[in-house]
């Protein structure tokens, strides 16, 4: 199993290197998103920003969540359309090897996403964090990240072509930023569309982000809501190699 696995990461990455514009893409896309949110956010009066670095943080951690997704979305889609996932079957892959190996290989692009974007976020606003929470907000939100990637692979299998996908972008993004508690409360929401909250992976996200900036504290002070958000991702794998067709 580690075997396979392990090939199946290897091919990624050497298909990300051999991609070059969708590397650069990935990297610097999210990079010039949040420059434009620093933009934007530089416009707005400052009366109406409440908690501004407990914004960055979300908005960051938002950005590295929907790249990751859609990015990996893409991905998976064109290696079905390709045949590659069939080819890997045919070879006696079985669906969970193939699907820690896309989570593996991907990786090491979700972690560059994600430091690079820490490191212009705080180059931007100068946050006033120190180093032992910023670290255990950059663990947050790797893991985030990773877990996004199981999302992405899962939301795939319920497509065959690049132009399924799209409905389910602005779905993505319109439910995360409307009822996962990014914007309001989680208690302001009536319970008929607050259940859906806990289907998404930001809702557990912010649920540990911004108790670990009111409090100023590290990981180790909110280890029980950590693990939900890591049993949240193991569920989410499991659910990906369940869904994950052998053919089509």
Same mark, same amino acid.
């Given at each position: @199993?580690?075997r396979?696995?392990?090939?199946?990461? =290897?091919? #990624?990455?050497?298909?990300?290197?051999g991609?070059r514009?969708?590397? &650069?893409? =990935?990297? %610097?896309?999210?990079?010039? #998103?949040?420059?434009? %949110?620093?933009v934007?956010?530089?416009?707005?009066?400052?009366?109406?920003?409440?908690?501004?670095q407990?914004?960055? /943080? @979300?908005?960051? &951690?938002?950005i590295?969540?929907?790249?990751?997704?859609?990015?990996?979305l893409i991905v998976?889609?064109?290696e079905?359309?390709?045949e590659?996932?069939i080819?890997?079957?045919?070879?006696?892959?079985?669906?969970t090897?193939?699907?820690?190996g896309?989570?593996?290989?991907?990786?090491?692009? =979700?972690t560059l996403? =994600? $430091?690079?974007?820490?490191?212009?976020?705080?180059?931007? %606003?100068?946050?006033?964090?120190g180093?032992?929470?910023?670290l255990?907000?950059?663990?947050?939100?790797?893991?985030?990240s990773?877990?996004?990637?199981?999302?992405? /692979?899962?939301?795939?299998?319920l497509?065959? !072509?690049?132009a399924q996908i799209f409905?389910f972008i602005?779905?993505?993004?319109?439910?995360?930023?409307?009822?996962?508690?990014l914007i309001?409360?989680?208690?302001?929401?009536?319970?008929?569309?607050?259940?859906?909250s806990?289907? $998404?992976?930001? !809702?557990?996200a912010?649920m540990?982000?911004?108790?670990?900036? &009111?409090?100023?504290?590290?990981?180790? +002070?909110?280890? +029980?809501?950590f693990?939900?958000?890591?049993?949240y991702?193991?569920?989410?794998? %499991?659910?990906?190699?369940? !869904?994950l067709?052998q053919?089509?």
């Open positions: @199993m580690v396979n696995t392990l090939a199946v990461a =290897a091919r #990624i990455d050497r298909q990300l290197i991609d514009r969708f590397l &650069a893409l =990935a990297i %610097f896309l999210p990079l010039f #998103i949040f420059y434009l %949110f620093k934007f956010i530089r416009t707005l009066p400052v009366a109406l920003l409440t908690n501004p407990e914004l960055y /943080i @979300m908005i960051t &951690a938002f590295i969540h929907f790249t990751s997704y859609v990015l990996c998976i889609v064109r079905r359309r390709d590659t996932l080819r890997m079957f045919v070879n006696n892959f079985s669906r090897e193939v699907v820690l896309y989570l593996l290989g991907y990786a090491s692009l =979700a996403q =994600a $430091i690079l974007i820490m490191l212009e976020v705080n180059l931007l %606003f100068q946050l006033s964090y180093f032992g929470l910023m255990s907000l950059f663990v947050v939100m790797w893991t985030l990773l877990i996004s990637i199981a999302l992405g /692979i899962m939301v795939s299998n497509a065959r !072509t690049e409905p602005p779905l993505f993004i319109l439910t995360t930023i409307f009822i996962s508690g309001l409360p989680l208690s302001s929401l009536p319970w008929s569309v607050r259940w859906l806990y289907l $998404i992976p930001f !809702t557990y912010q540990l982000i911004k108790p670990m900036i &009111a409090e100023n504290s590290g990981l180790f +002070s909110h280890l +029980s809501q693990g939900v958000l890591i049993l991702g193991l569920l989410l794998l %499991f659910l990906s190699s369940m !869904t067709k053919r089509e």
